[in-house]
């Protein structure tokens, strides 16, 4: 496995861990990653984590660090209000959170986490709303 792919599988893990039994706010029922077909009536609310870039920053002989950026999408009823969504993404960031994942460093000092966050509601007949946050970490690779 490259840290790449060690990255990746445990951001899925520690999303599947949310839940008010791990001491998170919300009961989250499926994480469906990237390339999973989720149902059209999956039970709610569920995240869809996808990465949307990975990009080499700077090198160093063979090692890289470089940049992914993955979006992670907590999906719920609409009937849902903000303040649950802002449960959700409160869980999301304290589970994927600096320092809780593996192989996370710069190549030089930095920030190795940046995070922002969109709030999309029901729109005209929609079922759902969501919460998006797009997270970038950067990691070293050697190749």
């Known amino acids: 496995?490259?840290?790449?792919?060690e990255l990746s599988d445990e951001i899925l893990k520690r999303l599947e861990a949310i839940s008010p039994a791990n001491d998170y706010h919300t009961k989250v029922e499926r994480v469906y990653?990237?390339?999973e077909r989720k149902p059209d009536k999956a039970?709610?609310?569920y995240i869809?984590?996808?990465i949307a870039s990975d990009?080499?920053?700077e090198t160093v002989g063979t090692t890289a660090s470089r940049a992914a950026r993955y979006e992670i999408e907590g999906v719920m009823p609409r009937s849902a209000s903000l303040q649950d969504l802002q449960l959700l993404h409160h869980?999301?960031?304290k589970t994927l959170g600096t320092g809780q994942l593996p192989?996370?460093?710069p190549l030089k000092s930095g920030w190795p986490f940046e995070e922002s966050a969109e709030y999309e509601p029901d729109i005209?007949?929609?079922t759902t709303r969501s919460v998006t946050s797009s997270i970038t970490i950067r990691y070293v690779e050697k190749y």
């Open 124 to 126: 005209e007949g929609s």
């Open 48 to 50: 869809l984590a996808r």
């Open 103 to 105: 192989h996370v460093r």
């Open 55 to 57: 990009e080499i920053e």
């Open 91 to 93: 869980d999301i960031l």
């Open 43 to 45: 039970p709610m609310p």
């Open 1 to 5: 496995m490259t840290r790449g792919t």
């Open 33 to 35: 990653g990237f390339g």
